[in-house]
């Protein structure tokens, strides 16, 4: 947000009203004047979790074009569409490589999309130094369980 000299005055939650999809009048994010607030819809329909990480990106992404568009004409989807590769890239480099949404590091179901090839993700046990190895292939809670015993 700083290359483009943007400021958002609040980031909120906004209630899951209507079911997306279904309901006449339901939307997964809005902007209020340029950035003075931008409030995107984290939870599911029913409450009983969360959107998966990709759409939520997507719609923080998405609502950031609108500090420049207003309407969802060609412009604004250029903007988007440069926004979100932005933010991929950046989220890769600043992994190392590896993103959220690619090293199996969260379960592909909350992620929103399936893994394509199997990977090993490293990652630091809470509370100490040993690097522990996980399969993809394994769950979070599986992993979890593994670097509880590591």
């Not at 980031?11 to 607030?37: D, F, I, R, T, W």
């Not at 923080?60 to 604004?76: I, S």
């Not at 590769?85 to 199996?104: I, M, N, P, S, Y």
Request: hydrophobic fraction near 40%; charge should be negative.
């Amino acid at each position: 947000m700083t290359t483009y000299g943007w400021e958002v005055g609040l980031l909120s939650e906004m209630a899951p009203e209507g079911k997306v999809g279904v309901s006449a009048m339901c939307v997964l994010g809005y902007n209020v004047n340029k950035g003075q607030e931008i409030s995107l819809r984290l939870r599911t329909d029913d409450y009983g979790g969360f959107r998966k990480y990709l759409r939520i990106r997507e719609t923080l992404v998405h609502e950031l074009a609108h500090m420049v568009y207003a309407e969802h004409d060609n412009d604004f989807k250029a903007l988007n569409s440069h926004l979100l590769k932005e933010v991929a890239a950046h989220e890769a480099a600043a992994t190392g490589g590896r993103t959220l949404a690619g090293a199996g590091v969260f379960e592909d179901d909350w992620l929103g999309h399936q893994q394509q090839e199997p990977a090993t993700v490293r990652g630091r046990t809470v509370g100490g130094g040993a690097m522990i190895a996980a399969a993809a292939s394994s769950s979070a809670r599986e992993a979890a369980a593994a670097a509880a015993l590591t």
